[in-house]
């Protein structure tokens, strides 16, 4: 199992005062409100007035306190999008540990942290994700999917990264990958947040295009939107997948050449036809890294077979139709008298 957050990230380096620039260059409405903040020095820079409130906040200091403290304890990178209440807000983020969500083969410095970078930055600009936590009683309540938030950040982060290394930019083909294993993994207990493989897929799908595309800021923050509507799964989807993905938890970091039995549930999972369509193809997506490397021999052999036969029918088009293909009701049920 590959593991990112200790490999070495060659440079060309971050700047992350040139990210910050570049993005408010990108998006001016953030001059007026958005402090950036270098975790580890406790740096800030951003304009004078947004700053002088931010000093001023004791919820911002509050803030920034928790923040430094978690990121102290992790040995990966921690990255943050908040606001204090007072239209100040607040993108704060470590510069000293990779994050892990890109990996592979031409992985820069500058790659891996403006991929967080602009994940963070996904969550102050684009109207789905903005940052504030949505509350899990009224999500469950209502059928809100918590990952909306994140597909929409993870979405802009990826269509960033194509704009600037282009299309056939390898260590963006891990971003994927990881979430869907963090999705099984469900150690922490924001898990239900970050279901945004489906979403980054479908981007990569599409990656000649719109690396082609020459968007304009204004059109990025439209695509997202489109990719967004379109490739969040449901409260209900996310449920059903965690409670078929339960048990691998806490189980895919043990994955190894000598431990391949996680990945041997793995392909009970995804072959059980009482698996949700959204865990068969995300146990599909993550076995395909495997299959014919690490797991070889006549068993497995046989579960690629399967799982080729099943794939057929379960794709990102079947999960998440365009809207226009979606099943719509004859007529809507009558209101109760």
């Not at 967080?116 to 996904?122: K, Q």
């Not at 922490?188 to 595309?213: C, E």
């Given at each position: ?126 109207p789905a994700g903005h940052a ?122 043990k994955i190894s050449r000598q ?79």
């Amino acid at each position: 199992m590959p593991t990112p957050e200790t490999a070495p990230v060659p440079s060309a380096r971050f700047d992350f005062n040139k990210a910050a620039r570049d993005i408010v260059s990108d998006h001016p409405e953030l001059k007026r409100n958005t402090v950036f903040v270098d975790l580890d020095t406790n740096t800030r820079i951003g304009p004078r007035m947004a700053r002088i409130r931010a000093t001023l906040s004791g919820k911002f200091r509050k803030m920034i306190k928790d923040k430094r403290q978690k990121a102290e304890q992790l040995q990966r990178g921690s990255a943050h999008a908040l606001a204090d209440g007072s239209g100040v807000n607040m993108l704060a983020m470590t510069l000293d540990r990779p994050f892990g969500l890109l990996h592979g083969a031409g992985l820069t410095d500058e790659m891996d942290r403006l991929f967080a970078f602009n994940h963070e930055i996904g969550h102050l600009i684009i109207p789905a994700g903005h940052a504030g936590k949505l509350d899990n009683f009224f999500s469950k309540l209502f059928g809100i999917s918590n990952s909306g938030r994140e597909v929409a950040a993870d979405v802009y982060a990826t269509i960033r990264h194509l704009q600037k290394y282009g299309a056939d930019s390898a260590p963006l083909e891990f971003a994927p990958f990881k979430r869907a294993t963090d999705t099984m993994n469900n150690s922490h207990d924001d898990a239900q947040s970050y279901v945004t493989s489906f979403a980054i897929d479908a981007v990569l799908r599409d990656r000649h295009k719109l690396a082609a595309a020459n968007l304009t800021p204004a059109q990025v923050v439209e695509k997202v939107n489109e990719y967004h509507l379109r490739y969040t799964p449901t409260r209900a989807q996310v449920d059903a997948l965690l409670k078929d993905f339960a048990p691998l938890k806490n189980e895919i970091p043990k994955i190894s050449r000598q431990n391949t039995a996680p990945l041997l549930t793995l392909a009970e999972i995804a072959l059980d036809p009482a698996t949700s369509p959204q865990a068969f193809y995300m146990a599909n997506r993550v076995l395909g890294v495997f299959l014919g490397k690490m797991l070889t021999g006549p068993v497995w052999v046989d579960i690629a077979r399967q799982l080729h036969e099943k794939e057929k029918t379960i794709t990102l088009d079947t999960l998440f139709p365009p809207p226009e293909k979606r099943a719509i009701p004859a007529t809507l049920p009558r209101r109760a008298a």
